[in-house]
């Protein structure tokens, strides 16, 4: 397909593999980037210099590309409509003509006319899909007696199925209009199929879809679609089961066409004599959940839940520099191995546990020591003494703890390689430190985001983030193991391809580091605990719906504080700094409940990958003279809600009650611009943290 308008960050997001867009004349699938071997472009070893051909962008990352178990990235191509660029197929395959009804199918209009447009004299023949246009019914271009030749344009029919675990294809029409058993023998016949949309209501029961012998054009049956979005009467029928009827075989778009249909995998669906039925025909038994996600439902073609992108955003970070400072881990490796030389019988059987506790105690004793900041020194024993039992296991959160420890590291201030520049400001006694508890300012003249597509789910999100990590399912069982297998990956060939694409965005940020004993102090107090209690009440009540197993582990009242604050500050920053709140995004540092590592930080940058991204407003604004007004004026903000008092005193709002006081009056923002979707947010939190509105 030629003339695709879209923009490059879109690629790797809103159109990326598997996704559908609608363009004027077409409804289009976007294939993987490794379609075929110089989709995206070529090298330039294997690149023939005379010929048009894009160029492949290589971006490599060492840090995030062994997160992903993978070797490099790769950039969208530059010339979107270039031969080896960007790859579609139509989808769905099934179009139907709003003058007279009838739906045709995509192999039949290849075939009608050789796919060209036609044409007046002897002109060059166009074929629709080079023209990205939408083809004429096939009914209408044929003069009857009863009318003349008319060049009718088709609509790309409405309704598609899915399933759980990724198969999409076309609404069965030919299938489902000969439901019944009298005419179940009329199936694969090719008959013609019309639609006829009543006059009397606009419910789905006034559409009906007739069938009509293909040679005779005599009427066979209809059905209506009143019923198409029960799944459960119409996909899992009993004796009319839908996936035995296609072998167990679904298809799957974005890995292309094979012959006259798109490309089909088996789905492993439970036999029908293993399907259990209560008396109202209902799915019922220990295989309920696995068959009604094997099985596909009907879903309207641009329906919200058809496609969840799993994104990751990661910051690009200087390569070759330790995180922690070299000059004290030397020190206290130093003072490790005198230990041991002098007091070899006690110390060499000291565990890492036990070695962490005996420096930290060596701390506040030793004047050499008391040089470095605490938040660093207890990096440096973290880093130290670990082991493998007590390596962080969660790649997110040591990707975040990589990415914290940079910004807290003064010695690290700019790369010649990447496009990272940072300056350390020094947080003097005020309100900064004083009331807010900021330990630490990092402005970001230069900041690199890689916005990395891992794949996609259908139907509903995928409830274990940290699954996007994962390479094989050999340490996966339970739900963690079903929830893997809802992933679609983003490469056609997974094992074959070592790169995933990715979009890269260049910025400013400010980042603010928190102080570690204030917020454990607080995160303490009876009234923060009573009410942080109250919100893990519906907070269970969503990991459960979910199925996010240890989702409690990831969400403590620190994490609710930081979030909310960080929704403020970002709220005011718009305001103050020139910037549009839905170019701003956060990133929430915080270490997960009871873990050894500590994290207490905030990151808001500019996500726009346009010009507006690097104006350089925001670190001005994130200079100690120009943040202390904006923080204060984000807390007053605070104090009151235009839908308080029922704001205030809720018990839980926003999605499935992951909210208490937030709402898009006070504290919620863009959806693009939390990294949760605005969950997990309370400002009755905050404001108790600054002494404001008691929660007793």
Same mark, same amino acid.
């Given at each position: 397909m030629t003339d695709i308008k879209v923009r490059q960050s879109q690629i790797t997001h809103t159109y990326a593999a598997g996704a559908i867009g609608d363009f004027p004349g077409a409804s289009l699938m976007f294939l993987s980037h490794d379609h075929e071997e110089s989709d995206w472009g070529l090298t330039a070893e294997t690149s023939n210099p005379g010929a048009h051909i894009t160029k492949r962008r290589i971006l490599v990352d060492k840090r995030l590309s062994e997160a992903f178990g993978i070797q490099n990235f790769v950039l969208p191509p530059l010339e979107i409509s270039a031969p080896n660029a960007l790859k579609t197929v139509r989808f769905p395959m099934s179009k139907y003509c709003p003058s007279c009804g009838t739906i045709h199918f995509m192999p039949d209009l290849e075939k009608y006319n050789n796919g060209t447009v036609p044409q007046k004299g002897n002109s060059y023949p166009i074929k629709f899909d080079d023209a990205l246009r939408a083809y004429y019914c096939i009914d209408c271009q044929n003069p009857s007696p009863n009318h003349k030749a008319r060049f009718v344009e088709l609509v790309p029919t409405r309704f598609i199925i899915a399933n759980d675990e990724g198969f999409i294809a076309d609404f069965p029409w030919d299938w489902y209009v000969h439901k019944n058993p009298k005419f179940r023998d009329q199936r694969g016949r090719g008959n013609k199929l019309k639609l006829e949309f009543g006059s009397s209501s606009a419910s789905l029961s006034s559409i009906t879809l007739k069938s009509y012998d293909k040679e005779t054009g005599k009427f066979i049956t209809s059905e209506n679609l009143g019923d198409i979005f029960n799944q459960e009467t119409t996909f899992i029928a009993q004796d009319d089961e839908y996936l035995p009827y296609l072998k167990d075989r679904l298809s799957k778009p974005w890995l292309g066409r094979d012959g006259d249909s798109f490309v089909r995998q088996l789905v492993g669906s439970i036999p029908p004599g293993q399907?259990? $039925?209560?008396?109202?025909?209902?799915?019922?038994?220990?295989?309920?959940?696995?068959?009604?996600?094997?099985? @596909? $439902?009907?879903?309207?073609?641009g329906a919200n839940n058809l496609y969840f992108p799993l994104?990751?955003?990661?910051? $690009?970070? @200087?390569?070759?520099?330790?995180?922690? *400072? @070299?000059?004290?881990?030397?020190?206290?490796?130093?003072?490790?191995?005198? !230990?041991?030389?002098?007091?070899?019988?006690?110390?060499?059987?000291?565990?890492?546990?036990q070695w962490k506790e005996h420096?930290?105690?060596?701390?506040?004793?030793?004047?050499?020591?008391?040089?470095?900041?605490?938040?660093?020194?207890?990096?440096?024993?973290? *880093?130290?003494?670990?082991?493998?039992?007590?390596?962080? +296991?969660?790649?997110?959160?040591?990707?975040?703890?990589?990415?914290?420890?940079?910004?807290?590291?003064?010695?690290?201030?700019?790369?010649?390689?990447?496009?990272?520049?940072?300056?350390?400001? +020094?947080?003097? *006694?005020? !309100?900064?430190?004083?009331?807010?508890k900021i330990d630490r300012i990092t402005?970001? /003249?230069?900041?690199?985001?890689?916005?990395?597509?891992?794949? !996609?789910? $259908?139907?509903?999100?995928?409830?274990?983030?940290?699954?996007? !990590?994962?390479?094989?399912? *050999?340490?996966?069982?339970?739900?963690?193991? /079903?929830?893997?297998?809802?992933?679609?990956?983003?490469?056609?060939?997974?094992?074959?391809?070592?790169?995933?694409?990715c979009s890269e965005v260049k910025g400013?940020?400010?980042?603010?580091?928190?102080?570690?004993? +204030?917020?454990?102090?607080?995160?303490?107090?009876?009234?923060?605990?009573?009410?942080?209690?109250?919100?893990?009440?519906?907070?269970?009540?969503?990991?459960?719906?979910?199925?996010?197993?240890?989702?409690?582990?990831?969400?403590?009242?620190?994490?609710v504080f930081l979030h909310t604050l960080s929704h403020m500050i970002m709220q005011q920053l718009s305001i103050?700094?020139?910037?549009?709140?839905?170019?701003?995004?956060?990133?929430?540092?915080?270490?997960?409940?009871?873990?050894?590592?500590?994290?207490?930080?905030?990151?808001?940058?500019?996500?726009?990958?346009?010009?507006?991204?690097?104006?350089?407003?925001?670190?001005?604004?994130?200079? @100690?003279?120009?943040?202390?007004p904006v923080i204060s004026k984000a807390i007053d903000k605070a104090k009151w809600c235009s839908s308080d008092p029922l704001c205030i005193t809720s018990n839980g709002q926003g999605f499935m009650t992951t909210n208490m006081a937030a709402c898009y009056s006070c504290v919620m923002v863009p959806e693009t611009c939390c990294e949760n979707i605005n969950k997990f947010l309370d400002r009755k939190l905050v404001l108790n943290f600054f002494g404001i509105h008691s929660l007793e």
């Open positions: 399907i259990h $039925r209560n008396a109202d025909g209902e799915i019922i038994g220990e295989n309920a959940d696995l068959v009604k996600r094997k099985y @596909p $439902r009907t879903l309207q073609r994104i990751f955003k990661g910051i $690009r970070l @200087p390569e070759g520099l330790n995180l922690v *400072d @070299p000059q004290l881990l030397n020190k206290l490796t130093e003072l490790k191995n005198s !230990f041991i030389a002098i007091q070899p019988d006690t110390y060499r059987s000291y565990t890492s546990e420096f930290r105690n060596l701390y506040s004793q030793t004047p050499a020591l008391l040089i470095y900041e605490k938040d660093m020194y207890e990096e440096v024993i973290a *880093d130290l003494f670990s082991e493998g039992d007590n390596q962080i +296991a969660d790649k997110k959160q040591k990707l975040r703890l990589d990415e914290f420890s940079c910004f807290n590291n003064r010695t690290i201030t700019s790369s010649k390689k990447i496009w990272y520049k940072a300056r350390h400001i +020094a947080v003097e *006694d005020g !309100f900064l430190s004083d009331t807010v402005l970001l /003249d230069k900041i690199n985001e890689l916005k990395v597509f891992r794949g !996609f789910t $259908r139907i509903k999100p995928l409830a274990n983030e940290d699954l996007i !990590f994962e390479t094989s399912t *050999d340490n996966l069982k339970g739900r963690r193991l /079903d929830e893997y297998t809802r992933i679609c990956d983003a490469r056609k060939y997974p094992l074959k391809t070592n790169e995933l694409p400013e940020g400010v980042f603010l580091s928190f102080n570690n004993e +204030a917020l454990n102090k607080w995160e303490k107090e009876e009234a923060v605990v009573e009410r942080y209690n109250k919100m893990s009440v519906n907070l269970n009540n969503y990991f459960e719906t979910f199925q996010i197993e240890n989702g409690q582990e990831n969400i403590n009242a620190r994490y103050d700094s020139g910037y549009s709140l839905s170019s701003l995004t956060e990133i929430i540092y915080c270490n997960k409940r009871n873990g050894n590592q500590f994290m207490n930080g905030i990151l808001i940058y500019t996500s726009s990958s346009d010009t507006e991204g690097t104006l350089g407003g925001l670190v001005e604004k994130g200079l @100690p003279q120009n943040l202390t």
